[in-house]
């Protein structure tokens, strides 16, 4: 059952990639209306589509993709044991926390040194200032946490639980659809 609270973070997680989606396909538009239109292409107009183009993968991939819409090439999973496949997912998940905890530092410290550039030619509409790419960055970071606390969250359930009964996932999913 899912808490208010998930519900709630799910509902506002959609609302930010869809703000961010919306954001996007007007910065593109604007940006062919001022080539084809104007004749006189805006600058700034690609390199924000990049930013959220970077924000918008990073931002849905730390909260919305579930890791069942992930492409797996799961040929030797699939042919295995029930016993083989709960080892091998004990073995991924260690892996997936080891190998992106081991680099969490050195991506903090990078992010950390992108705040001394900043942005060529996109500004805070506010202040005026170019934005630092450390703040553009920053979504990686995030989305490193995020992957790894599922996975400690994924590894938790295995160990607790044991491993699933594919067999029984395979016929939920056909009876489903």
């Not at 930010?16 to 239109?37: D, E, K, N, P």
Request: proline share 2%; hydrophobic share 50%.
């Amino acid at each position: 059952m899912i808490s208010l609270f998930e519900k709630r973070f799910n509902q506002i997680t959609k609302i930010i990639a869809a703000t961010l989606l919306a954001a996007l396909f007007i910065t593109f538009l604007l940006q062919i209306f001022s080539r084809y239109v104007l004749n006189s292409p805006f600058g700034w107009t690609l390199e924000l589509c990049r930013i959220l183009w970077v924000w918008i993968v990073f931002f849905c991939c730390a909260f919305l993709v579930q890791e069942k819409d992930h492409v797996k090439f799961n040929l030797i999973y699939s042919a295995s044991s029930n016993r083989s496949k709960f080892i091998m997912s004990i073995i991924s998940c260690l892996a997936i926390i080891l190998i992106l905890g081991w680099a969490l530092l050195p991506t903090f410290d990078y992010i950390d040194w992108m705040k001394m550039r900043k942005t060529s030619t996109v500004r805070i509409p506010i202040t005026g200032e170019k934005i630092r790419l450390s703040y553009i960055f920053s979504i990686y970071g995030i989305f490193m946490i995020s992957v790894i606390i599922f996975y400690l969250w994924k590894l938790k359930n295995l160990i607790q639980r044991g491993p699933e009964d594919q067999d029984k996932n395979k016929l939920r999913s056909v009876i489903k659809y």
